[in-house]
């Protein structure tokens, strides 16, 4: 399978805790997405990297939030002290800069925090 | 920034018939404009696309238009079939950078 590749697909964590997601892009992508999607509503920005440049941070990316895409290869998504209201799905996408630039996603991440 | 409207929020068909799905958007430097179904679990899947240079797309049973003066653009399926039943996103973006996602249309295709 050579699509977008998410980890872990579900994660259960108790207020308060830190938690990591990583995403594997389609191999020849250079740039990465990621996105939150909470139940009824559409996936919203969050933050996209080209190589391994953070190129734009959404305001719902608080300072709880990190993301990080080292060597421009795979990239991780951290939420220090997390809270409930930070339960949802969050989705990763990848495109290819300079042609048809369709963006791909991932499987999603669905984040539970009780 | 930009602001994406999606119409219906609920949508019921019977197998067989077609089913529009309509979008709006705000920002006028808005160029392409993509579909995706999502599927109980899974992440968004692209079905199809539309640049701001194009009026009209079709693949298959699907198909796009855009209306760039009345920032309308829609999705139709034709032939509709029970697999079509999932959630279905409309997104904008300008030059293929952070997608603005619709709020989703529920499509439900009754045999």
């Known amino acids: 399978d050579t699509g977008v590749s998410q980890d872990p697909r579900h994660k259960i964590t108790k207020r308060g805790q830190n938690v990591t997601f990583r995403c594997d892009p389609i191999?020849?992508?250079?740039?990465l997405y990621w996105y939150r999607q909470t139940l009824g509503q559409g996936p919203e920005f969050l933050t996209y990297?080209?190589?391994?440049?953070?190129?734009?941070k959404s305001r719902l990316l608080s300072d709880r939030f990190s993301a990080e895409r080292p060597k421009g290869s795979f990239s991780t998504l951290e939420i220090q002290r997390t809270e409930q209201g930070d339960s949802a799905m969050y989705l990763c996408?990848?495109?290819?800069?300079?042609?048809?630039?369709?963006?791909?996603f991932g499987q999603g991440t669905r984040l539970t925090v009780v | 920034g930009e602001n994406v409207e999606q119409h219906p929020s609920t949508l019921s068909v019977q197998e067989g018939d077609s089913a529009v799905i309509k979008c709006t958007y705000s920002?006028?430097?808005?160029?392409?404009f993509p579909w995706y179904k999502q599927e109980l679990g899974k992440g968004p899947q692209l079905i199809i696309d539309?640049?701001?240079?194009?009026g009209e797309k079709k693949d298959q049973r699907i198909a796009v238009t855009l209306n760039k003066t009345a920032k309308h653009f829609s999705l139709h399926i034709t032939e509709t079939q029970p697999e079509d039943s999932a959630v279905y996103f409309c997104?904008?973006?300008?030059?293929?950078?952070?997608?603005?996602f619709g709020t989703g249309t529920r499509l439900l295709v009754s045999p």
């Open positions: 539309i640049r701001s240079n194009v």
């Open positions: 990297f080209q190589n391994e440049a953070q190129l734009e």
């Open positions: 920002d006028s430097a808005s160029n392409y």
């Open positions: 191999s020849e992508h250079n740039r």
């Open positions: 996408a990848s495109s290819s800069k300079g042609r048809d630039t369709e963006a791909f």
């Open positions: 997104a904008a973006s300008k030059s293929f950078q952070k997608l603005v």
